[in-house]
């Protein structure tokens, strides 16, 4: 992936944000035709009931908000870091989530989900540790 941004920037004037609003249009563009598509009959189901309720939209709103919000974080991490180090951050950010699930909506844990779960958590906090430690080590030079 590292190698395909430094392709792609250059197309976008080396400009992240412009990169990251061109991903948002295309996005927009290319998923609005498919979701009226693949979901035209729910859409007709929902129209009385929830596309027109204000909670709907309002949550909407929120949602987009949030994503959009996640959207700049991961383009400010990538630059402050890299694109292994994003994923790595995102994995674990899953991880945690799913041991929130747990003990928010008490899911039942396999044994198998959390074996997966704290692997995937020591995973990331080796790789922190081994980050780190090369960090110390350039710093020192």
């Not at 909506?105 to 090369?134: A, D, H, Q």
């Amino acid at each position: 992936m590292f190698a395909r941004k430094r392709q792609i920037l250059p197309v976008v004037d080396d400009n992240h944000w412009k990169l990251t609003y061109y991903n948002n249009v295309n996005a927009s563009v290319l998923f609005l035709p498919m979701i009226a598509f693949y979901e035209w009959a729910t859409i007709i189901d929902a129209f009385d009931k929830q596309l027109q309720s204000g909670i709907f939209w309002g949550a909407m709103t929120v949602a987009g908000f949030f994503g959009f919000s996640i959207g700049i974080v991961t383009v400010l991490q990538i630059k402050a870091t890299s694109p292994l180090s994003h994923n790595i951050s995102g994995t674990a950010k899953a991880a945690v989530q799913s041991l929130m699930a747990f003990a928010i909506w008490k899911n039942e844990p396999t044994f198998l989900g959390i074996c997966g779960i704290f692997t995937t958590l020591g995973g990331s906090l080796l790789y922190t540790f081994v980050k780190m430690r090369e960090n110390k080590a350039g710093s020192q030079k």
